[in-house]
């Protein structure tokens, strides 16, 4: 028998990292790619001293309450976390990692194709060439909205925010943001951006609202009606964080009602299966599935800094994206 730590990895990784698992680890890898139920998550954990999970995998308390006292560790193959119930996981003793970034690049380049699509009207135009309803062209002909010099507003200024606002700045694009902590203004992560104290205050001043911000029980359901009404009539909404930040009536209804121009989405509620229908059936919603971080180096860094992770901890070191 191997005296490697035996890691249960939920879903298939990169070629890279899954040779890498297997040289320094006993892995117990998942070539089909098969979704686990919560039953299958708990019965397999019985084999092995740590996980490496993805998003798609939820370690509610009560899985986490059934796991074997053998798991040290859940090294998380994301860099939000929302999906593991880190109380519970702290209460058990468990360490909690995730992955930061190595991922803001990706996930910076689905914010500025979400809102580039949203505001070009990509959805409507894709259809057109493909069901053949292109038919002529006219100076009034899939107008939309341009973004050169307009006002990004940026909810989040942290790792990703702060490279989205940089991308916004190729566009000639005035940033504005807010976030707990006030950035230092002359610092290269402000990048001469105004500071907003409340999400009120900077509402307002958004052409383009980017989402950039973790789910939290706080930031639950914080884009709502109250706050999309202090948005400027035409404002175009990007989400390329987490479905839970957005309250989605209220965002349809301003889609539908004209008070918003467009959205731009990579994340949703009840993703994958059970996300709102009106979100297939709007011209002015621009849809991705969930593609944030989906480039072959990023996916490959993001599997090497949970292998860091996971190395620290089983070397008796503390671990450099510790969440718990």
Known sequence: M?????IFVTRKLPEAVEARLSRDYDPILNPDDKLYSADELVEISERADAI?????EQLTAEVIGRLPARIKAIANFSVGYDHVDVAAAKQKGIIVTNTPDVLSDATAEIAMLCMLGAARRASEGVR???????KDWSPAFMVGRQVTGKRFGVIG????????ARRARGFDMDVHYTKRARLDAASEEALGA??????EDLLPQCDVLSLHCPATPETKGLLNAERIA???DGAIVVNTARGALI?????????KGGKLAAAGLDV???????????????DNVFTLPHIGSATDETRIAMGYRALDNLDAIFAGREPGDRVA
Do not use: F
């Open 2 to 6: 191997s005296d490697k730590p035996v």
């Open 52 to 56: 490496l999970p993805c998003h798609s």
């Open 128 to 134: 057109l060439v493909r069901e053949s309803g292109w």
């Open 157 to 164: 200024m942290g790792r990703v925010g702060q490279v989205a």
């Open 194 to 199: 105004t500071y907003h104290e409340t999400i």
């Open 230 to 232: 202090l948005l400027p």
């Open 247 to 255: 309250d989605d009536e209220a965002l349809i209804a301003a889609l």
């Open 268 to 282: 949703y509620n009840g993703e994958p299966r059970d996300i709102h229908p009106a979100y297939r059936e709007l």
